[in-house]
């Protein structure tokens, strides 16, 4: 027992060193965007209000914050350091929802405002910067919380239970794991916005809309689709979404507007779909897909097993 309790307090303190190491150089990243960012800017009136509200959103509470709690990790006040800064936490979860927006403000800035365009560049080349740019500074909070749900995580497993500063830790690692959840549900929802977009301008014409919210982008590839009258094999480009599922072919490679675009030949519901292997239970070469809709029966094919494989696991979690 007294050497398990040993090694455990080895882990513990090396994680907190760790964790103060790391604290310091992200508070030093963060404070070249305060001080050579927001608030000269403030004080020179570059960009208004609002657009500097929302380029740097909370970014100089998070890093009051931050400053707060590495006063508490360098007195080793660990429990109760990581209990404050879990008050604010909610800070990173309206960052990230910020992020987006402000990345687009900051291009449009860029574009538009020469004095801003001018003063940014200047700043990026102090030597504090080392080579770094504004826009690989603005994601540092987000990888931070990253880091801060595995530093809570092991200071906890290497704590004992019966210590007082187990509670306060347990609770920090629930906070740290709900804001985290928080900020991937956003990431998630944005990339998938990204994906829906990009389906869409795929696709020749407006006709087919892929951008409804609810929509889910799961996965896309070429099938062959095999006719019912005997005639030859057609490869078509499918996409499956959380609700339909797309069959497109390409368009004339000579097509003045469109040559590289994607016609929609038909969208079909997954709501009464029925997905079946038809063949591709062996290690055979590819394999065979059946789907039925109420008025239609697809079979799709593919030469390669595992791709095939894929593509059931899919349907028929997006059909369950």
Sequence with gaps: VEEQRARWERKRCRTAKELLETECKYLEQLDLVVTFFVRILKAKGTLKPAVLETIFGPLESIYS????????????????????FCQNLELYGHYAENLEQANKTLKEQLRKNK?????????????????????????????RLHQYKHFLRDLLENTSP?????????????????????????????????????VQKLLKGQKTRVLTSGRWYIREGWLLVVPSKGEEL??????????????????????????????????????????????????????LLSLSFPHKTLLLMSSDQQDINDWYRSLTDAVR
């Excluded at 914050?65 to 404050?84: D, I, K």
Aim: net charge positive.
């Design 65 to 84: 914050a931050s400053q707060v709690l590495l006063l508490h990790l360098e007195r080793g006040n660990l429990g109760l350091g990581l209990e404050n």
């Design 234 to 287: 057609k490869r078509r480009m499918f996409f499956l979404f959380s609700d339909i599922f797309i069959a497109t072919k390409p368009c004339h490679p000579l097509h003045p507007l469109n040559s590289n675009k994607l016609a929609c030949q038909a969208v079909y519901p997954l709501q009464q779909c029925v997905v079946d292997k038809v063949f591709g239970h062996t290690q055979s070469q590819g394999g």
């Design 115 to 143: 004095s801003f365009r001018r003063f940014k560049k200047l700043q990026e080349t102090r030597p504090q910067f080392q080579g770094k740019k504004l826009e690989d500074l603005l994601p540092l909070p987000l990888q």
């Design 162 to 198: 019966d210590s007082d500063e187990y509670q306060k830790l347990a609770k920090a690692v629930k906070s740290v794991s709900e804001v985290s959840r928080w900020v991937q549900d956003i990431v998630r929802k944005r990339e998938n916005s990204l994906q829906l977009l990009r």
